[in-house]
């Protein structure tokens, strides 16, 4: 069964990612238009999933919310990733006083709990997606610092390293040849496992009204638009709901599937 999850898994985000990028082209109508005579319609030949209170097709706008999602969700990795990588090989390479000051700062950030700390950037920033996208970064980034920074340390006196330095390479040169190629498994696997939780993330700070605004087509902004007409029409409520279980489902099967795959020891207790 666990041969299972990384294709299950694959096929479900490559789909969802497919959905998103080609949602252009994909939906039927656009995800903005209002068209009152054709509200709440059910299901049809005309819009498959039928329409909301305003008349906006909910297919359509089911496409294009996941591809503001799964923006903000790639924008978030990539920020994430780039300080986590960078503050943790600073600190693993560097080690003495520069280290402790990094470190501190990480602790700093990691003893706030991470939505909490997401509110409070969104106050100060303001709201919006942008914001929405720098906030969850920051107060995500300190983890990637310490488990990179654990990683670095593991490979700072290494043989290869030394006869590197030895060469005469640079530290940046040593970090992206020798250290990232090493940890990028690592990476790789905590990530698939934060996706899932940064989507409900963005999700939810925009059904809090702190994200993408009405009327723009989000899947947190549908459930909250929808949630006064949810005893008369429950699948304008359940349907970007849905989408928003899978997506997570999916990542959290690719999270579990990476590990399994790129976990030496889960390798060794299986052997």
């Excluded at 238009?33 to 097709?57: C, F």
């Excluded at 799964?70 to 943790?88: E, P, S």
């Excluded at 280290?99 to 700390?117: Q, S």
């Excluded at 090493?182 to 905590?190: R, W, Y």
Aim: aromatic residues 6%; hydrophobic residues 60%.
């Amino acid at each position: 069964m666990k041969r299972l999850l990384l294709p299950l898994a694959c096929v479900i985000v490559v789909s969802l990612l497919l959905g998103a990028l080609l949602a252009p082209w994909l939906a039927p109508h656009d995800p903005t238009v209002t068209d009152l005579s054709n509200r709440l319609l059910p299901p049809s030949a005309g819009h498959w999933l039928g329409t909301d209170h305003l008349g906006r097709d909910v297919l359509s706008r089911l496409l294009w919310g996941a591809r503001a999602s799964f923006g903000a969700v790639a924008a978030i990795l990539a920020l994430v990733l780039a300080l986590g990588c960078l503050v943790g090989t600073a600190a693993g390479m560097a080690g003495g006083m520069m280290d402790a000051v990094l470190m501190r700062i990480c602790d700093a950030f990691m003893t706030v709990p991470t939505l909490v700390l997401a509110l409070f950037m969104i106050g100060a920033l303001g709201t919006g997606l942008t914001n929405v996208v720098i906030a969850i970064a920051l107060s995500h980034w300190a983890w990637y610092a310490r488990l990179v920074r654990g990683l670095t340390l593991s490979l700072r006196h290494r043989d290869h390293l030394a006869a590197a330095r030895i060469a005469g390479l640079s530290r940046f040169a040593i970090i992206r040849r020798h250290v990232l190629p090493v940890i990028a498994g690592q990476l790789a696997v905590l990530a698939s496992l934060d996706l899932g939780h940064w989507m409900l993330h963005v999700a939810g700070l925009s059904f809090l009204g702190l994200g993408l605004a009405a009327p723009a087509p989000e899947w947190g902004i549908m459930i909250n638009d929808a949630r006064p007409f949810f005893r008369t029409a429950p699948m304008l409520v359940v349907l970007p709901g849905a989408a928003i279980l899978l997506t997570v489902l999916a990542f959290n099967l690719l999270g579990d599937a990476l590990r399994d795959r790129l976990d030496p020891s889960l390798h060794s207790q299986a052997h």
